[in-house]
């Protein structure tokens, strides 16, 4: 599986725009990249998924380059309830939809007043 | 609908005893996954599960840590002979199982505390 990098914390203030970016340099061709939320005390919450260019929700944007070495979560105008540790997890999507999910120590981002 | 449930959301054990954690799936679920995580890390695979199958351990501890998930009711995943080490948070997450995208919806957790 692919080992990702992402910075550990990041801090930013409420309205502006947050991109957080992850390095997967060993990308497999049948990788996906997903990006998941946590908050504290809960469980971790799917926020988007992406196998290349560009995706976006109602909750984020996931840019991803053509050669798929990296990846970059947008989260527009945030608010103090996006502070939370984001996770950038790469995997294959095998039949069945069985993914073992691989969890780095994520990016902590905190959002200031 | 509701989501993956687990509980005790908290279970306080002394050493050397068994902790029991349960994990009822979303309705319509059939994949099981548990996880570990401890403070300030990431979540560590331990294992997932089909309905009456264990698909793949290969994070569980090869002593001391079972799981199920039966026929009829939610997946336990027991925890013999608790040491203080075993103390962190465990999380259940389930999927449908052919869905494509992978996804798994995380449950609230359960918060083991050994003394």
Known sequence: LAKTTQPISMDSYEGQEVNITCSHNNIATNDYITWYQQFPSQGPRFIIQGYKTKVTNEVASLFIPADRKSSTLSLPRVSLSDTAVYYCLVAPLVSGGYNKLIFGAGTRLAVHP | ?115
């Open chain 2, 1 to 115: 609908n509701a989501g993956v449930m687990q509980n005790p959301r908290h279970l306080v054990r002394r050493r050397g005893q068994e902790a029991r954690l349960r994990c009822s799936p979303m309705k319509g679920h059939s994949h099981v996954y548990w996880y570990r995580q401890l403070p300030e890390e990431g979540l560590k695979f331990m294992v997932y599960l089909q309905k009456e199958n264990i698909i793949d351990e290969s994070g569980m501890p090869k002593e001391r840590f079972s799981a199920e998930f039966p026929k009829e009711g939610p997946s336990i995943l027991r925890i013999q002979q608790v040491v203080r080490g075993d103390s962190a948070a465990y999380f259940c997450a389930s999927s449908p199982g052919g869905d494509k995208s992978g996804t798994q919806y995380f449950g609230p957790g359960t918060r083991l505390l050994v003394l």
